[in-house]
Structure formats: C-alpha cells, structure tokens
C-alpha cells in the first residue's frame, strides 16, 4: 500500500476515494472501506482513503485515540486499499474554508467519492454532500452502521473502553481491541511476586481499558497468552497510568521490542489490597480465570 500526507505527492491519475478520520477502523469504517474497494473495481482506478492524522476530534476535542496512525495503515493494508493519503491535521488545516478542501479532493481526479452520510468539512463544517457533487458525479453516501439496534461510533468504542468493556469495544470493531507499544524497564515488583510483567509505553493519547484483562500479546510474529493490567496500581502507591501485560510461559528478554497486546476479556476492575501478599494470592486467581478464558 502506497502512502502520502498530500494529495500532489500522488500520480496524476484518476482515483476513487474515501474520506474520513476512519479512528479504530471499526465495522462501520470497513462498509465504507468495501463500497470503496466496489467502485475502484467498477471504474478500475486504484482505491485511495484521504484521512487525518491524527484523527479530527482528537485535535477539535481533545479526546483519545483508539489506533495510531501505523495501527491505521496496517489495518488499511490488511482490508486491501492502495493508496492512503494521511494529511497532518493541524488548526491551521481545520480552519481552512471547504473550497480549498474541494480542491485537494479535484487533484485526485476522484470518479467516486465515498463518505458517510453525515460527512461534513471545511471552517465550521460549512461543506456537505452537495458541494463533493461538484468534484465527482457519483457520491456514495453510507448511512450510519449498526450492531443490535446501536450506531457504531468511534465515541461509543471509547466509552466502552473507558469502562473495561472490551468484549463490546471488539463487537464494534470486528476484532480484537488492541494497542501496541514498546517494552520499557519498569520496577520489576510483578518479579518478585511470581508474575513477571513486561512494561509497555504506547503513544500519548491512546485509548486504554482500565482494569485487569485476559490478553494475548504479539511478539514477532507469535502469540502468547496472559494477562494484562491498565491502572495506577494503588496497592504500591501507583501515581502514573502504568500498562503492563504478563506472559504465559514464556522466558527472554522483551526490552526495547514492539508487541502488540490484544484484549480478549476483562476479568476485573483495579483494587487496592491490603499488602503484596493479599496481591499475589489475587494473581493467582486472576491467572486461573485469564487462562479459562482464553482457552
């Protein structure tokens, strides 16, 4: 898959293309993803998605984010776009009036253009559907996706992260929420109770299920099971947000590696416990209950 931050660094060939923040790539973003793949193989042009990095509301709103920008392209790639145009969003850009975003889109030479119904841009999200009608002849606007009478929403994944509900998040996403990140040293207490942790450092702004979860975590390209915690930890006095996954039965040294963990199941919130012992006891159930369900 090719990748570009602006549409004039791409040949000058006509196109079809999808538009939007495609935050998570959730189940909604991928109809948007298969009606685009249709109309590029009607027209037989190549299949572009114009996106934001990072993410709109991330920049408008200030909230979190649920895939990077590399999590972005490496789903991208596995739902076979060609091309992705990932354009910095910054102020200045979200300022910019919808004429000069209709023209980026004219430099595409778009035989299609494929947004959800409720797509709007430019300052004030003064554009819409009746101004992309004058770059391209054949709109495709999708209505919202459901899942069990709910809109799938990046805002509503979010929420059901932010309450552990990882098993919902997935629901919405067609697969495993995960997060992705670099092993850095950390206290190593799990160590000395018997449940060694690798520590993870994901990017600023990543959206995190709070609690204690059975996982899987990618290392290379195999995958081990375990169980991951995202708290404070508040039986050692925790003060910083710390991810940390153990690892069924595995032995070596993850520092400095990129892993990627996915979230199967939440087992339980974070608790306080009244010394390491009452923590360790705690583990090992935890551990009992992880492996059931990942079975």
Do not use: C
């Not at 909604?28 to 590029?40: D, I, M, N, P, S």
């Not at 996106?51 to 490496?74: A, I």
């Amino acid at each position: 898959m090719k990748t570009y931050v602006s549409p004039t660094q791409r040949p000058d060939t006509e196109t079809v293309v999808a538009v939007g923040s495609f935050d998570g790539v959730h189940l909604g973003h991928q109809a948007l993803l298969a009606r685009l793949k249709e109309r590029a193989r009607h027209y037989r042009v190549p299949s572009v998605v114009y996106t934001f990095d990072p993410p709109t509301r991330v920049l408008t709103q200030g909230v979190e984010f649920l895939s990077t920008l590399p999590e972005k392209l490496d789903l991208l790639t596995r739902y076979g776009i060609d091309e992705v145009i990932a354009v910095p969003f910054t102020h200045e850009f979200a300022a910019r009036p919808k004429d000069a975003f209709l023209d980026d889109l004219r430099i595409l030479r778009p035989l299609a253009l494929v947004v959800g119904e409720d797509f709007h841009f430019g300052r004030g999200r003064a554009g819409g559907l009746s101004d992309l009608k004058g770059v391209s002849s054949d709109v495709v606007a999708l209505p919202m996706h459901s899942l069990g009478g709910e809109d799938i929403k990046s805002t509503r994944i979010r929420e059901m992260l932010a309450v552990g509900d990882v098993e919902g998040a997935s629901r919405f996403l067609g697969r495993h929420y995960d997060a992705q990140g670099v092993v850095v040293r950390g206290d190593q207490l799990g160590r000395t109770l018997g449940y060694p942790t690798a520590n993870v450092r994901v990017p600023e702004g990543k959206a995190l299920p709070l609690g204690v979860f059975a996982a899987k975590t990618i290392v290379g390209d195999v995958s081990y099971p375990g169980m991951a915690n995202v708290g404070f930890r508040p039986t050692v006095a925790g003060r910083e947000l710390r991810f940390e996954v153990n690892l069924f039965d595995f032995s070596g040294d993850l520092y400095g590696q990129e892993v990627q963990v996915k979230f199967w199941h939440f087992l339980r919130g974070e608790q306080r416990f009244g010394g390491l012992e009452e923590l360790k006891v705690q583990l090992g159930l935890d551990d009992h209950n992880a492996r059931k369900q990942l079975q």
